[in-house]
């Protein structure tokens, strides 16, 4: 089995901070979007030059959104056939254009 490089203790400190603001990026993203401060076509056009973005989960986006949650945004990926496991960055052009006609549907038929 490969071993991972041995980092020097800069090189692991600076690993770490990119790594937090990894998460705190995606962390802000989602947040924005549950509020409502963002919709999921502008968070779908910036994943395409923010590197956090392209890199989450799009089971995670999903449940981030006004009224779904884990189980709900697993039953939307299963319908769309889409995998569970499938990253922003990794959507194709159809997966993307039957995402957001589903979930632009869903908004507009809730009250």
């Keep these: 089995m490969p071993q991972a490089p041995a980092l020097s203790a800069e090189q692991r400190a600076q690993a770490l901070r990119q790594a937090a603001a990894v998460r705190a990026d995606r962390s ?3 947040a924005e ?5 963002l ?8 994943a395409a030059s923010e590197q956090a973005l ?9 449940a981030a959104l ?7 945004a697993a039953a939307l990926l299963d319908e769309l056939g ?3 496991t499938r990253r922003v960055r990794g959507l194709g052009a159809r997966q993307r254009a039957a995402l957001l006609a589903r979930v632009e549907q869903a908004a507009q038929s809730q009250p």
Excluded: F, W
């Design 28 to 30: 802000q993203a989602k």
């Design 33 to 37: 979007l549950k509020a409502g401060k």
């Design 39 to 46: 919709s999921l076509t502008a968070l779908l056009d910036r």
């Design 54 to 62: 392209a890199s989450m989960r799009v089971s995670a986006l999903l």
């Design 66 to 72: 006004p009224g779904y949650g884990k189980v709900r």
């Design 82 to 84: 889409i995998a569970s």
